[in-house]
Structure formats: C-alpha cells, structure tokens
C-alpha cells in the first residue's frame, strides 16, 4: 500500500497541510517541535483511528479548534485503484472513520487497509517493556497474514471474559466454570498454534535484518511462549489452577499471558544491549514483519521512522538508512537534519523532502 498524499486540519501545531508523497522514501526534516512528528501521527490515524503518542485526544487538536482531521488517498497495488480514508477526532473522545468517501468503518478494517510499523522511542518497548507489547506485535503479523486469526482471536477474548466473569462469582460452581474451560482450551490451542507458526517463519527474516545492522556474527533467538507450561497439558493446568484462580479472580494462564522472549548470547538483550543496539535490534523486529507480511500476502506496509539519528552514530543510522530505502516498503522518516547535509542518502534521487516550519510544511523542489 502507497500513500499518495496527505491531508491534516488542525492536528497538533498544523492548523492545515498537503503533502504528495513518495512512493518510496520521504524525508520530513525542520527543527524540534516544529511539527514534524505530527506529519507521522497524521499517517498513523489513517491506520487504526490511533496516536502513537498520546492516549489523550484533547492535545492532538490544535489549540482553538474544534476538531483534527486527517484524510489520504492510498493506492492499493493489489486491487489496482484508490483508495480514501478519512478520520476525525472531536475533543469529547469521539472519533469517525471513513473509506471511500460513503461509509463509516472500524479501525480493524482501516488497519486492513493501510497496514502501518512505527521505529519511535515510544516503541522501543518490545525489548523494555513487558510482554503485552510483544503479544500486541505479534497480533499485528498474524492479523495481516492469517485470515481467520482475527476472529479467534475476539472468540478467546469473549471466553475469557466469560470465565473471568464466573471466577469473580464466588457462588458459581466448578461444574459451570468447567463448562467455559473446554471452550477456553480450543480457542487457545488455536491461538498458541498461529503463534507458534508465524514466529517460526518470521525468524529467519529477522536474522537477516540482525546479521545487516548488528554485525554478520550476531545471533538473536526468538522463544515462543504460550502464556502457560508447556511440558504440561493445558487443559490438567486450568483444573489443577482452579482454586488459585478463583482467589485471584482472573485466569492466571492462557494465551493471554503469552510472550515473545528476544534473547541474544548472553541472554536477555535489555541489560546485554546499549540503547543503540536495542534501536537497531528493535529496528530489525520491525522490518523482519514487513518483509514476512510481503511474503505471504504481497502487500506492503509503510514504516514511520520518528527521528532516525537518535542513539546511532553515522555508520548505524547509514546502515538502517539503507535496510529501510532497500525494503521496497514506502518510508517516512522525520529528522532534525537537513536532508541535503544528512549522510543517510547519499546522492539518493528517488525521493520527497519536505521542511516543517513551525507548524507548516513546504515541499522542497
């Protein structure tokens, strides 16, 4: 998927905005606090009604206004037209997500359409957070690859509820809340076995990304773990856990507790790795999925690279210069540097550069 161009009313500092963009790379560069990141986060609602940066909605909204609009035009490949989708955000919370001009959707079906990978400090969590945000990056291959995943995935959402529900009640009986664990048991096998199978094919894309930006020697393991012990039948788990989970009032296992443990030699790569090593290694995450996602469904996805010199020396950011231009993925990177000074593109023709001035954007001839 391309994002031809791009229009913002009123989101953050931009009071208004049109950018044609490049299919390939666009270099959106201008001091901090200028607007540049708002241009990245304009493209992120396009993608699932979302900010990467903010929960709240009232900053997104420029001061005075009375409503942030975002709207692009996406050339699906594939499909061999274009595509329009337009989202507002209103200051009381409410939001509108509009396709082709005639009908509202959901952000599923937005993602659907313009599937999206963010590089930001605010998504440096795979490695340093804790495991909701590797289980939220893994659902985002498998929503994009398996088609039935996405609705396994709402039924074991729903199951679960239902047995948190009775585990809360402490007058319902064990047969009752049994009743729910056969349920319970499918839909996680099912989920765990897409998991399963998609991290085994996404490795080997990794490596490759690890092998370009860490160095040709470098390994980095991938453990699946299912959210329970798996030397042991899920299903003996759930009645022997019962009591304790009726204490605790939730289901203490189960896909829900899943992970995706990122290893290095050493061991664990938070206390192995500097902070520039964790940005290429979560950098190589990210376009590993995008390269899994044109394999096996030939879309492509857009990358939103917020600030590319941050914790790299020259060498490293040239070399995830080079990883995101050979990607064939378009790419929007945002940079304190002037594009002409920056050492990332080198003599590099096929691209859109764009100077964001405090709130406006000009397009560079």
Request: proline share 3%.
């Amino acid at each position: 998927m391309q994002v031809q161009s791009l229009r913002l009313n009123d989101l953050r500092n931009i009071e208004r905005a049109e950018l044609k963009l490049h299919p390939s790379l666009n270099l959106i560069y201008g001091a901090n606090g200028a607007g540049k990141t708002s241009i990245l986060e304009g493209i992120h609602l396009l993608s699932d009604g979302r900010t990467f940066r903010h929960a709240s909605i009232q900053p997104l909204i420029r001061k005075g206004a009375g409503r942030a609009v975002a709207f692009g035009e996406i050339l699906d490949p594939l499909e061999n037209r274009v595509r329009t989708i337009g989202v507002i955000k209103e200051p009381g919370g409410g939001s509108r997500f509009r396709v082709d001009r005639d009908r509202d959707v959901t952000a599923a079906e937005l993602a659907r359409i313009l599937p999206v990978q963010v590089l930001a400090q605010q998504h440096a969590d795979l490695l340093d957070g804790g495991p909701g945000a590797r289980r939220k990056f893994v659902y985002w291959g498998l929503f994009h690859v398996e088609q039935e995943f996405f609705q396994e995935w709402k039924r074991f959402q729903r199951v679960l509820r239902q047995r948190n529900g009775l585990l809360r009640h402490g007058k319902i009986g064990d047969a009752e809340i049994r009743a729910w664990d056969e349920e319970f048991l499918v839909s996680a096998k099912a989920l765990d076995a897409y998991r399963a199978h998609y991290v085994e094919r996404y490795s080997s894309h990794l490596q490759s990304y690890v092998r370009q930006l860490l160095g040709p020697d470098r390994e980095i393991r991938l453990q699946h773990y299912p959210g329970w012990d798996s030397r042991k039948e899920l299903g003996d788990l759930l009645k022997e856990g019962l009591s304790r989970d009726r204490e605790a009032g939730y289901s203490r296992i189960g896909p829900h507790r899943a992970d995706l443990r990122v290893a290095g030699p050493l061991g664990g790569v938070a206390n192995t790795f500097s902070r520039g090593q964790r940005k290429l290694l979560n950098s190589a995450l990210r376009l590993a999925q995008g390269t899994c996602l044109r394999e096996l469904t030939g879309k492509r996805c857009l990358y939103l690279v917020d600030e590319l010199h941050a914790e790299l020396d020259t060498a490293n950011a040239r070399k995830l210069g080079a990883c995101l231009t050979d990607s064939g993925h378009q790419v929007l990177v945002t940079s304190a540097v002037d594009a002409d000074a920056d050492p990332c593109w080198p003599g590099l023709e096929e691209k859109a550069v764009f100077h964001v001035e405090h709130g406006r954007v000009h397009a560079r001839e």
